[in-house]
């Protein structure tokens, strides 16, 4: 089955018929494999990689560290839990280093993420500090190229 979850990761837009054939198995055999790993929650969802800078959408999209105290019982189950129930939380980790929890948020301007850090994360119980990043520029995302590299064609001119 992991060669037919790359293949999904890669593309999950691939038929059921066209994954039999990339695999060497039979159609039903597929889709019944795709069905068994949705079941066991092995597969979460499927989603859509978008090219933000060709839409006309303005998204600020910020990277969050945040640094907690672990709580007796949970360690840090139940803040993550927490930070991951709000909408704008596209992602959360537990991370290694500095921080203890690693975040992903996208607003429409820097305030819309300055004020989520402020009124939201900060006064939640346990967090102690946050560092927050915005992206500038996005390269790959989700194993997808999303900038193509320009082609200068003014050509290179010697004195």
């Not at 059921?16 to 068994?36: F, H, N, W, Y």
């Amino acid at each position: 089955m992991n060669a037919l979850l790359k293949l999904l990761k890669s593309n999950a837009r691939l038929t059921t018929s066209e994954l039999a054939v990339m695999l060497d198995r039979d159609e039903k055999t597929v889709a019944e494999q795709i069905r068994e790993l949705e079941t066991k929650g092995v597969i979460k969802g499927y989603t859509a990689v978008i090219n933000n800078e060709l839409t006309e959408d303005e998204v600020v999209t910020a990277f969050i560290e945040l640094k907690v105290t672990p709580q007796a019982q949970s360690g840090f189950d139940n803040i993550a839990k927490t930070v991951s129930s709000y909408e704008e939380v596209e992602a959360c980790w537990l991370m290694s280093g500095s921080y203890d929890l690693g975040i992903t948020i996208s607003g429409t301007n820097l305030r819309d993420i300055s004020q989520f850090v402020a009124q939201r994360l900060a006064p939640i119980d346990g967090v102690l500090s946050t560092a927050t990043h915005f992206v500038l520029k996005r390269y790959k995302d989700n194993s997808i190229i999303i900038t193509e590299e320009e082609i200068d064609e003014r050509g290179f001119v010697s004195p």
